[in-house]
């Protein structure tokens, strides 16, 4: 058994540092999410059972902390189809092995130079930097995004909400990731399909990469890899029976099919809101909403939005006006800043079932309507 070390840096050359020297000695390690305030760093740290913390002011030992398995390399939290945070351990195995076959796959006659700036906490932002401590790309560190191929930059992996803002036209490869891509790509554009268990991307525009397999079964994506992660912290990776008839698969959540080699991903299975690369479950932000004294009932959901994929539309039974403002920021300091509804409706009732449910449908529905009129 070792320790696990949670990384509190911020996406940096110093961090890369750092992470490289973690790579060469085998140091199992977790990275915090820089965007959240004190009080919920210390809820992942607690999530991720971290046994020491490195930061600016140097390391430190964790209360409460639980060691991890000499072959775990990473502890990463993925929500997954329940919307409960879980924490997911990587081998070092399965991290150097994603690490090449995405390089290989992108790769052409020279090699591969990122411009690091997806946050390095979720799996995508991470894969480009333990590409480069791994020692199958290069990185260019820069503050112009767009400026970068000019001073040798290749390759950039973004979020929707990023390849909407930015001019990457002029890279090699884009990695586009995190929700479902547009219809129309540039050509320079690859859109990926993996989550944090699969150890980042392991299908681009539909192929799955060498030594991947994804299957359907009952309407579900199913995969096998060697990138899969081991287990969960407290729980073991679940299996499936496949159209194989084997028991070995990964049920990904992620509704879907593969039709002669193409994999054609639906959504996930379940409410689930993706908005800018981020989940967000509606269950989760309506129990921070409910806590507003003037809000009676809420429901979330969401509409479709060209730049960030999804956008978070908060509809509400209130008993006096409310302020969009206001709400976005108890939800940035309950959950974060991904978590901001982007649009609030008042109604004077949600829809429900008979038996009082919500029903979502309808009030995804309700939402588009009313916005669309806008």
Same mark, same amino acid.
Request: with cysteine; proline share 6%.
């Given at each position: ?55 600016? $002011? +140097? ?27 879980? =924490? ?7 991290? $150097? ?27 995508? +932002?991470? =894969? ?6 791994? #020692?199958?790309? $290069?990185?260019?560190?820069?503050? /112009? &995004? ?7 930059? %290749? ?11 930015? /001019? ?8 586009? +990731? #995190? ?7 540039? %050509? ?7 989550? %944090? ?8 525009? *539909?192929?799955?990469?060498? *030594? ?38 990964? !049920? %990904?959540? /992620? ?9 054609? &991903? ?9 908005? #800018?690369?981020?989940?967000?479950? !509606? ?15 809420? +429901?979330?959901?969401? &509409? ?8 978070? &539309? ?18 940035? =300091? ?11 409706? =008042? ?28």
């Amino acid at each position: 058994m070792s320790k696990l070390l949670a990384i509190d840096i911020d996406l940096s050359p110093q961090l890369f540092d750092t992470l490289r020297e973690l790579v060469a000695s085998r140091t199992a390690f977790c990275l915090l999410d820089q965007r959240l305030n004190t009080s919920l760093k210390q809820t992942q740290l607690a999530q991720l059972g971290a046994t020491h913390v490195l930061s600016a $002011e +140097g390391e430190a030992r964790v209360d409460n902390g639980r060691e991890v398995d000499e072959q775990i390399g990473v502890v990463m939290l993925t929500s997954g189809s329940s919307g409960s945070p879980k =924490a997911a351990e990587l081998s070092w195995e399965a991290l $150097e092995v994603s690490a090449r076959i995405t390089s290989t796959a992108l790769a052409i006659d020279e090699p591969s130079i990122w411009v690091p700036i997806l946050p390095p906490n979720h799996i995508g +932002g991470l =894969a480009v930097l333990l590409r480069a401590a791994f #020692g199958f790309a $290069e990185l260019r560190w820069t503050l /112009d &995004v767009a400026r970068a191929p000019s001073q040798g930059a %290749t390759h950039i992996a973004v979020v929707q909400a990023q390849a909407a803002q930015l /001019d990457l036209s002029k890279y090699r490869h884009v990695l586009l +990731g #995190g929700a479902k891509p547009p219809k129309t790509l540039g %050509t320079n554009v690859t859109a990926t399909w993996g989550m %944090t268990e699969t150890g980042s991307g392991i299908v681009y525009d *539909g192929v799955p990469l060498p *030594g991947v397999e994804v299957a359907h079964w009952e309407g579900e994506l199913l995969v096998r890899t060697p990138t899969l992660f081991t287990r969960y912290r407290d729980a073991l990776r679940p299996t499936s029976l496949g159209p194989d008839g084997r028991e070995d698969w990964f !049920p %990904t959540g /992620d509704a879907g099919m593969v039709e002669q080699g193409v994999v054609k &991903v639906f959504g996930r299975i379940g409410s689930v809101i993706t908005t #800018g690369g981020e989940k967000v479950w !509606p269950e989760q932000l309506e129990q921070v909403l409910r806590a507003h004294p003037f809000i009676h009932e809420v +429901g979330v959901t969401s &509409v479709p939005d060209s730049k960030w994929g999804q956008a978070i &539309v908060a509809v509400v039974r209130s008993s006096a006006p409310l302020n969009l403002e206001e709400l976005s920021a108890l939800c940035e =300091a309950k959950i974060g800043p991904w978590a901001k509804p982007k649009y609030l409706l =008042a109604v004077p009732e949600l829809p429900k079932t008979a038996n009082g449910k919500l029903q979502r449908a309808r009030l995804a529905e309700i939402a588009i309507l009313e916005i669309v009129k806008r």
